[in-house]
């Protein structure tokens, strides 16, 4: 059986602008490689593919087993909040809740959950994926000449990646080329995760409308001003806002210590240091390089885009 949280060696994280490619060997990066990938690339698969297969020959991972991330508009994610029962009484009773909640038959399904015990009893995360779904989307992966051992979901992966150990609730940010991903967590457990079709490309074509080159919108994504891009950074805020609201009326909470922000955008620090003004709340863009040894050092500050593909590696370490 296909299993979402099944161990594989190789990360790869194949986005909307870019993949990147992790391989650990404990506290060692063995292989930390991308490749971006222009818009009008990623339309036409049948070149997708090529580029890839070119790609992963070329950095040596042809034929070998891999984990790859599944887009949220595939997934379905959702956690589960239990009072303390055996192991077996857990299986049936998360059995019964994924039944409960997905949209659709569980025997058209791929799904799998991992549990953890705290005090007021047990939190599961559940992901699922419908089976169709994820044989279609692993097909490209499987002509590019890799072996696709398992699929993941992202919440999961920054889990993983990152250091969500604070106390309250945190709010993590993966701003990518097209999408963001809003995610909340709380000890550790995913709360509520939210896609929005909105990413760094977003911020590039708001420039490119005004008149400037495609070169000009780039720097300024990367590095501008806050003040520079204000305009299109509040309409990431305003999807954040509604989903913290959408959050404090839901669960009742009110207090949030942290946000952390991650993925290509988070590369420029004015995106952070507005952020973090215009919430109220701290917000730190860790490196998930961090704690490991990197043969290629050029790489380390570009870790935010890598977050994913690391998680994806750690479900090995």
């Known amino acids: ?25 404990g506290k060692k990066i063995s292989l930390a490689a991308f490749m971006d990938i222009p818009s009008s690339d990623r339309e036409d698969e049948a070149f997708l593919i090529k580029r890839l297969q070119n790609f992963f020959k070329e950095i040596n991972i042809s034929g070998k087993d891999t984990v790859v991330q599944i887009p949220g508009h595939l997934s379905f994610v959702r956690t589960l909040n239990l009072p303390p029962m055996p192991k077996g009484e857990l299986k049936e009773a998360v059995k019964w809740e994924i039944k409960r909640q997905l949209p659709y038959p569980t025997e058209e399904a791929v799904y799998d959950y991992i549990a953890t015990a705290v005090p007021e009893g047990i939190v599961v995360t559940f992901a699922s994926a419908e089976r169709k779904n994820v ?12 072996k696709v051992a398992a699929v993941d979901v992202n919440p999961l992966c920054l889990i993983r990646a990152l250091p969500l150990h604070g106390a309250g609730n945190i709010i993590v940010l993966d701003i ?7 995610d909340i967590m709380r000890s550790e457990s995913l709360r509520l995760t939210r896609t929005v079709e909105m990413g760094g490309e977003h911020i590039k074509n708001h420039f490119i409308n005004e008149g400037f080159s495609e070169g000009e919108a780039d720097d300024i994504l990367m590095n501008g001003t806050a003040e520079k891009m204000k305009e299109p950074l509040n309409q990431f805020l305003r999807e954040i806002f509604l989903s913290i609201d959408y959050y404090k009326a839901t669960f009742k909470e009110k207090v949030f210590s942290e946000v952390v922000l991650t993925g ?5 620090n004015a995106v952070r240091d507005y952020f973090s003004h215009m919430l109220d709340i701290p917000v730190i863009v860790p490196n998930p390089f961090d704690n ?14 890598f977050s994913v593909a690391i998680g994806l590696a750690k479900r090995a370490s």
């Open 1 to 25: 059986m296909f299993g979402l949280f099944r161990p594989a060696p190789i990360g790869v994280d194949l986005g909307t602008g870019s993949v990147k490619v992790i391989g650990l060997n």
């Open 135 to 146: 044989q279609r989307y692993i097909q490209p992966f499987k002509e590019a000449g890799l």
């Open 176 to 182: 990518g080329a097209r999408s963001m991903e809003i």
């Open 264 to 268: 290509g955008v988070a590369i420029n």
């Open 292 to 305: 490991f040894v990197m043969k290629d050092e050029s790489l380390r500050p570009l870790g935010p885009r």
